[in-house]
């Protein structure tokens, strides 16, 4: 079972007005797992004022070395029933946590990753903050691998979201190889086209093949779920493979099921491999974190029913959706990341 580690923060670096980067290393360890370029690392909060820890996920945002890692997280707002309010660990990162704080994380994890040393020509396609595992993939070639083609496209709203602007313009100076291309949906007085952005508008698959030599490559894409889905499906449209598209992701779960009080505070839940019985906590958004708060390890790799890789056995009892899943998990199993509770239940964890 991967155990959690405490990382000391060396370094925070506000990227732009909602993105900052923070620079860990181990505590009590020198050395640091190496992670494949795109991974993460997965993150146990505890947060002031909150009685129960929260769990989030935190792409890498810089190639490996063995001096640190780096995460960068924005400043969520989400509008919850009509009301925009801030993201709870993603205010703690942006807000509260300063240089020589630690934090728990465990990892690296995740199936969203490149093998940086291949020569087949790369798309990376980033909206927002989803920019944070294709720089990870982006970095590591420009380390290992310059010689290869390799298109980045970076769409922001406007110039005071661009995170990353002198470490992109240093990475299209690495390789004549690099290619990398701004969008910006809002262009600000005093922006100047070539040095702040490239393009205006949302980046669109017509823009894309315009610049790419060839539109059969491998593409990763990393951003808004509206996003994906329509440059995912405009991309099978233009005769592209679907095995050559890969998406990852990201976002917080706002919507929690109404429940009984009463009847969800006394239901049990029985993990097998693990040899604990435990009674439900509906403080937890999800059986997964309600799991890893209870040191039970369920593999994991995107917390919103996305990938896959957390499918569970579920050898009695049933539970409760609390958002839609992209995997459909058949009736006698279920996935642990999406799901609460609402009998008894017997999971094969």
């Known amino acids: 079972m991967t155990s959690y580690k405490q990382f000391e923060v060396i370094k925070k670096v506000f990227e732009s007005r909602d993105v900052v980067s923070l620079y860990m290393k181990p505590v009590n360890s020198?050395?640091?797992?190496?992670?494949?370029?795109?991974?993460?690392?997965?993150?146990?909060?505890?947060i002031p004022g909150q009685e129960i820890p929260a769990f989030r996920y935190y792409s890498f945002s810089d190639h490996y070395n063995n001096g640190y890692y780096r995460i960068s997280v924005k400043k969520e707002r989400i509008l919850d029933q009509g009301v925009v309010r801030a993201g709870l660990c993603s205010s703690y990162i942006f807000d509260i946590v300063?240089?020589?704080?630690?934090?728990?994380?465990?990892?690296?994890?995740?199936?969203?990753?490149?093998?940086?040393?291949?020569?087949?020509?790369?798309?990376?396609?980033a909206g927002g903050?989803?920019?944070?595992?294709?720089?990870?993939?982006?970095?590591?070639?420009?380390?290992?691998?310059?010689?290869r083609e390799v298109y980045f496209f970076y769409g922001v709203n406007q110039q005071d979201e661009h995170s990353f602007l002198e470490e992109l313009s240093q990475l299209k100076k690495t390789s004549a190889n690099f290619n990398i291309y701004t969008f910006y949906n809002h262009v600000l007085p005093g922006c100047i086209?070539?040095?702040h952005y490239d393009y205006t508008g949302f980046i669109t698959v017509e823009k894309m093949f315009a610049l790419l030599s060839d539109i059969h490559m491998d593409y990763y894409i990393c951003g808004p779920e509206a996003m994906m889905q329509?440059?995912?499906?405009?991309l099978e449209k233009a005769g592209v493979s679907a095995s050559n598209i890969h998406t990852e992701s990201f976002?917080?779960?706002?919507?929690?099921?109404?429940?009984?009080?009463?009847e969800s505070s006394e239901l049990m839940i029985e993990f097998i491999k693990s040899g604990k019985k435990l009674l439900w906590d509906q403080r937890y958004r999800s059986i997964l974190e309600f799991a890893e708060a209870n040191d039970i390890d369920i593999s994991s790799g995107c917390l919103f029913g996305d990938c896959g890789t957390c499918l569970t056995k579920l050898q009695r009892g049933e539970i409760k959706y609390i958002h839609p899943t992209m995997v459909q998990p058949g009736k006698d199993n279920c996935l642990p990341c999406s799901c609460v509770p609402s009998s008894h239940l017997v999971l094969d964890a």
């Open 30 to 46: 020198p050395d640091l797992p190496v992670f494949r370029p795109g991974q993460h690392l997965m993150f146990k909060f505890h």
């Open 98 to 125: 300063k240089e020589g704080d630690y934090l728990e994380a465990k990892g690296p994890a995740g199936e969203f990753y490149i093998n940086a040393e291949e020569m087949l020509p790369l798309v990376l396609i």
């Open 129 to 147: 903050i989803g920019i944070t595992p294709l720089l990870s993939m982006l970095k590591t070639i420009a380390k290992v691998n310059p010689q």
């Open 193 to 195: 086209e070539g040095l």
């Open 230 to 234: 329509s440059i995912t499906g405009a």
């Open 251 to 262: 976002g917080t779960i706002t919507v929690v099921p109404e429940q009984n009080n009463q």
